[in-house]
């Protein structure tokens, strides 16, 4: 039973930081392209794409809206995920999950396998 757990989300001022964890237990994480994706407020039917990294971890996308802003790493040993996030403006808030597939990044919440129960992310004004 593969697990996904998020954390690192909270109340942040615009301009501030964060940054988000996951933790997979219970598969072979070496082997999993991990992302990001985020549910707005309102928006509970779309999931939007944020960033993603390979198996390998040289292989990084991120959308549009995080470019420059974003970055997404990961350490094979703790078996995590990160999402660094800098300048976070109002429009960043968000339920924030990671998720997992074998091998390779898709942009498409469709074509990963497992999920966490996500972490929020406020960003006041």
């Known amino acids: 039973q593969v697990h996904l757990g998020e954390s690192g989300g909270g109340l942040v001022q615009r301009g501030g930081s964060l940054k988000l964890s996951c933790v997979v237990s219970?598969?072979?994480?070496?082997?999993?392209?991990m992302a990001w994706f985020r549910q707005a407020p309102g928006k509970e039917r779309e999931r939007e794409f944020v960033a993603s990294i390979n198996f390998s971890g040289n292989g990084k996308h991120y959308g549009d809206a995080v470019k420059g802003r974003f970055t997404i790493s990961r350490h094979d040993v703790l078996n995590t995920v990160y999402l660094q996030m800098d300048s976070l403006q109002p429009e960043d808030t968000a339920r924030y999950y990671c998720?997992?597939?074998?091998?390779?990044?898709?942009?498409?919440?469709?074509?990963?396998?497992?999920w966490g129960q996500g972490t929020q992310v406020t960003v006041s004004s």
């Open positions: 998720a997992s597939r074998y091998y390779y990044e898709d942009q498409n919440p469709d074509a990963y396998d497992y």
């Open positions: 219970g598969g072979a994480f070496a082997d999993y392209a």
